[in-house]
């Protein structure tokens, strides 16, 4: 594939050799980071978010003790789990721009993937200081300012969403942009939450929304976390990522010319933006062409989101060791 500045590809033909009785070929197609014009704008992008809201967070930890407000510190809890997940998110991606070395040679892709995980684990924690402060607000209810509460929600609006839009357009390149983006996002319409809520106590009187509030918040942070926790674990446990069907992939390769059979199929995320495949080719008759490795790269980059792709050309006339073993 020609180089561009966001991807490039490269395909590599291997003399067909004698190896336990089978012919062997190999196709690599490789696929990088983020486009280089676009790391700079994503670092300055972390590095605001991460001050304005970090400052945003300790307005909201202090008023939420001075306006006696649940659904205040709630709001400042996960957002304060947010700070430390965008911290994370941003090292991982740094890291993701160091180049591979003898010790690490697939680089340090992996870091995202313990990004998003430690990113899971900061929103439980949260959650659970959510709720706690939620059932002390239940059992000793207090009158909150809630002209204060609608006032510094409103400033976390705008924080929100105005960082959020910082990472819009790079959001479908990589795991932990795109989380960043939607936490962001979804803090903005907790934070507009809140203000509907302080609106109707300062009319009503109605304590008891504050800390319903500040559960019914824990309990939407609970469900988007969930996901962002299952799809973590799994790419740390080397799985299919969630939007790949092996199958599909595999009905993909027994459509090449020539190809009669596979087995040792893998695919596997190697960070939150890369993913790798691994695959074993019987191809009795036919020799893959430079031009046709090309065409497999391009396709399984193009249909299936698969950068990284290692496939072994066997002629089938001997036993498939790999079959029960990892090869």
């Known amino acids: 594939m020609p180089h561009s500045h966001q991807h ?64 205040l510190l709630a709001d400042a809890a996960h957002n304060l789990g947010d700070v430390l997940g965008l911290i994370f998110s941003w090292i991982a991606l740094l ?103 302080a609106g109707i106590i300062y009319f009503t009187h109605w304590e008891f929304l504050d800390p319903m509030i500040g559960v019914l918040i824990g309990l939407m942070i609970l469900w988007g976390t969930w996901s962002l926790l299952g799809k973590s674990i799994s790419l740390i446990m080397d799985g299919v990522p969630q939007d790949i069907e092996l199958r599909q992939v595999e009905a993909y390769l027994l459509n090449i010319d020539g190809v009669s059979e596979i087995h040792d199929l893998h695919i596997w995320g190697l960070s939150t933006q890369e993913n790798a495949l691994t695959a074993h080719l019987i191809m009795p008759t036919i020799i893959l062409t430079d031009n046709q490795r090309h065409e497999i790269n391009q396709d399984l980059k193009n249909k299936f989101k698969i950068n990284h792709v290692t496939i072994q050309i066997e002629r089938g006339d001997g036993d498939h060791d790999c079959k029960e073993h990892s090869c």
């Open 8 to 71: 490039h590809d490269h395909a590599h033909d291997h003399h067909a050799h004698d190896h336990h009785g089978h012919a062997h070929g190999h196709t690599h197609g490789h696929s990088h980071t983020l486009p280089v014009n676009s790391q700079g704008k994503t670092n300055l992008a972390f590095l605001i978010a991460i001050l304005g809201n970090f400052a945003f967070t300790l307005i909201e930890i202090i008023f939420s003790y001075l306006a006696h407000s649940n659904s």
């Open 95 to 197: 890291l993701l721009q160091k180049s591979p070395n003898a010790k690490f040679s697939y680089g340090f892709k992996k870091t995202s993937i313990i990004a998003s995980l430690i990113n899971a684990l900061i929103l439980l924690s949260s959650i659970v200081l959510i709720f706690r402060e939620a059932a002390e607000k239940f059992i000793h209810p207090s009158v909150i300012n809630s002209l204060d509460v609608m006032l510094i929600a409103f400033i976390g609006i705008l924080i929100n969403s105005g960082t959020a839009l910082l990472f819009i357009k790079n959001q479908h390149d990589d795991l932990n942009i795109r989380g960043a983006f939607l936490h962001l996002l979804y803090d903005a319409l907790v934070s507009f939450g809140v203000v509907v809520t």
